[in-house]
T-cell receptor, first 119, second 115 residues
C-alpha cells in the first residue's frame, strides 16, 4: 500500500514570497503519478499540478512548480510570488497508473498543509 | 460542461436514518470515485467505478454503505442506519481514464452531519 506524508501541518509566509511545501511518499511501484491539490475554505478540491514518475523533467504551471526526486521519493511544491488567494489547504497525492493490477484505488492523499499568505 | 456536480451540498440527519447522495460526473468521464474527508484530514478513498462496474471498494466502506452507477452516468452513495461517526464531507470525483488521462476532477462535496 502507498503512503503519503506531509510533515508541515501549517505554514505562513508574506505575500509575494516564495514558499515550498514538502511531501514524501512510499511505494513499491515504478510508474505512478503525483499530484498537488488545493482546497480553499469552500472545500472544493482543485488540481494544482501533476507529475508523471517516468518523466525526469519537473512539472510547472505558471507560479507553481515541483521538485520531484524519484530516488528519494520526494515531491515538493514551490509557489512563487505567493498571493492572498493561495491561502488554502494543500494536499499531496499519489496514484498508481490504471490497469497496473492489484486494484486502482484512485488517489492516496497526505494529511495536508495549511498555507496562509499574510498581506 | 459545468464540472462534477454533487447534491445535496449539506445533509443533516438523525442517527439511524438512511441518506442518499448523488454525483453527476463530467460528461464522457468513464471513471467515478467516492471519497470521504473528515475535518483536518485528507480525503480517503471509498470506492470507484469504471462505467457502470464497481471495480474496487475500500475497507472503509462498511456493509451500511452502498454505491451504484446505473448506466455509467450519475452515481449514488447510500448510507443506511447512519451513525455519528459517518459525519464527514463526501466527495465525488471523475476522470476520463486511460493512459495520460489520470486527472481527477472533484465536486464540491456533500457535508453530512449525523445528530
Amino acid at each position: 500500500a502507498q503512503t503519503v506524508t506531509q510533515s508541515q501541518p501549517e505554514m505562513s509566509v508574506q505575500e509575494a514570497e516564495t514558499v515550498t511545501l514538502s511531501c514524501t511518499y512510499d511505494t513499491s511501484e515504478n510508474n505512478y503519478y503525483l499530484f498537488w491539490y488545493k482546497q480553499p475554505p469552500s472545500r472544493q478540491m482543485i488540481l494544482v499540478i501533476r507529475q508523471e514518475a517516468y518523466k525526469q523533467q519537473n512539472a510547472t504551471e505558471n507560479r507553481f512548480s515541483v521538485n520531484f526526486q524519484k530516488a528519494a521519493k520526494s515531491f515538493s511544491l514551490k509557489i512563487s510570488d505567493s498571493q492572498l488567494g493561495d491561502t488554502a489547504m494543500y494536499f499531496c497525492a499519489f496514484m498508481k497508473p490504471p490497469y497496473s493490477g492489484g486494484g486502482a484505488d484512485g488517489l492516496t492523499f497526505g494529511k495536508g498543509t495549511h498555507l496562509i499568505i499574510q498581506p | 460542461d459545468t464540472g462534477v456536480s454533487q447534491n445535496p451540498r449539506h445533509k443533516i440527519t438523525k442517527r439511524g436514518q438512511n441518506v442518499t447522495f448523488r454525483c453527476d460526473p463530467i460528461s464522457e468521464h468513464n471513471r467515478l470515485y467516492w471519497y470521504r474527508q473528515t475535518l483536518g484530514q485528507g480525503p480517503e478513498f471509498l470506492t470507484y467505478f469504471q462505467n457502470e462496474a464497481q471495480l474496487e471498494k475500500s475497507r472503509l466502506l462498511s456493509d451500511r454503505f452502498s454505491a451504484e452507477r446505473p448506466k455509467g452516468s450519475f452515481s449514488t452513495l447510500e448510507i443506511q442506519r447512519t451513525e455519528q461517526g459517518d459525519s464527514a464531507m463526501y466527495l465525488c470525483a471523475s476522470s476520463l481514464g486511460g493512459l495520460g488521462n489520470e486527472k481527477l476532477f472533484f465536486g464540491s462535496g456533500t457535508q453530512l452531519s449525523v445528530l
